[in-house]
T-cell receptor, first 113, second 118 residues
């Protein structure tokens, strides 16, 4: 069965600093991988997704993620964090056959001035 | 992009009553939809897969008699929380996959329904 691990419950970075959120997945085949962001009391917004091709994926809001099969990882990065990026970030893995999407526990990002 | 709506956006009900939540795909058809539950400051936990024209598939630990799912049409799935209790208070989110030709599927999420049981 597929699963996702986000080892960091919360991370604090200074505004303007770089960011990397970690994600490890478990899946028997090439997975579909996603990063979502959720602001308090809000729904989910898709930041980016990977299913094949270039392992470096560009998303919205200046985010990117790199798929590393050897490490079963799909870490999210941003070169310069803005205060508005403070939110909860979820990594997710999708079942290529049945579309079922399983979420990691999430990483709460705090941005300090 | 595709849009998924949920109704109501929030609901308060008394303990012991039932409440129905609707999930609609507005501009695409979805033979499959998913229901998630999210407790405060926690992740989304998949509850069940809603299948149009057949029974829903429930994840381990989810009571199928308590959380009734009906996929009435290719654009509508409903989740009924029966005999609600305060511990059922949560944020319920539905999603539907859309498969653009030649691309990976993308899961479109509804805005969620906040259920409070008093």
């Amino acid at each position: 069965a597929q699963s996702v691990t986000q080892p960091d419950i919360h991370i604090t970075v200074s505004e303007g600093a770089s960011l990397e959120l970690r994600c490890n997945y478990s899946y028997g085949a090439t997975p579909y991988l996603f990063w979502y962001v959720q602001s308090p009391g809000q729904g989910l917004q898709l930041l980016l997704k990977y299913f094949s091709g270039d392992t470096l994926v560009q998303g919205i809001k200046g985010f990117e993620a790199e798929f590393k099969r050897s490490q079963s990882s799909f870490n999210l990065r941003k070169p310069s964090v803005h205060w508005s990026d403070a939110a909860e970030y979820f990594c997710a893995v999708g079942d290529t056959g049945g579309f079922k999407t399983i979420f990691g526990a999430g990483t709460r990002l705090f941005v300090k001035a | 992009g595709a849009v998924v709506s949920q109704h109501p956006s929030w609901v308060i009900c008394k303990s012991g009553t039932s409440v129905k939540i609707e999930c609609r795909s507005l501009d695409f058809q979805a033979t499959t939809m998913f229901w998630y539950r999210q407790f405060p400051k926690q992740s989304l936990m998949l509850m069940a897969t809603s299948n149009e024209g057949s029974k829903a598939t429930y994840e381990q630990g989810v009571e199928k008699d308590k959380f009734l799912i009906n996929h009435a049409s290719l654009t509508l799935s409903t989740l009924t929380v029966t005999s609600a209790h305060p511990e059922d208070s949560s944020f319920y989110i539905c999603s539907a996959p859309s498969l653009p030709p030649g691309q990976a599927y993308e899961q479109y999420f509804g805005p969620g329904t906040r259920l409070t049981v008093t």
